[in-house]
């Protein structure tokens, strides 16, 4: 089964950090776009972190630049993402992607999900 799982979501105060992981599984991803959106309650999903098959371009969300950081390493077949100086309002279920064109608001392949909660 191909998918993608996330994990390293939680619960931290303002101004804290969490690193968000994605693996693969079921095929290689190496060839493919890989990315994070995120989805808060009551709004609507929104693009947050983009990267290019070799990770050697990313792309990034305005609210975010310079605070998250995404990678990937293609030997274990993963994406992350580095949030830094996190605020209340980057609280959202975050999702991992892949595409073989670009990352947009339809992929090809999702995750589940991961919760992030960001306390005042």
């Known amino acids: 089964q191909e998918q993608l799982v996330e994990s390293g979501g939680g619960l931290v105060q303002a101004g804290g950090s969490l690193r968000l992981s994605c693996a693969g599984s079921?095929?290689?991803?190496?060839?493919?776009?890989m990315g994070w959106l995120r989805q808060a309650p009551g709004k609507e999903r929104e693009f947050i972190a983009a990267i290019n098959w070799s990770g050697s371009s990313t792309s990034y969300a305005t609210s975010v630049k310079d605070r998250f950081t995404i990678s990937r390493d293609n030997t274990k077949n993963t994406v992350s993402l580095q949030m830094n100086s996190l605020k209340p309002e980057d609280t959202a279920v975050y999702f991992c992607?892949?595409?073989?064109?670009?990352?947009?608001?339809?992929?090809?392949?999702w995750g589940q999900g991961t919760q992030v909660t960001v306390s005042s």
């Open positions: 079921g095929r290689t991803f190496s060839g493919y776009m």
């Open positions: 992607v892949a595409d073989r064109q670009r990352i947009g608001l339809t992929n090809e392949y």
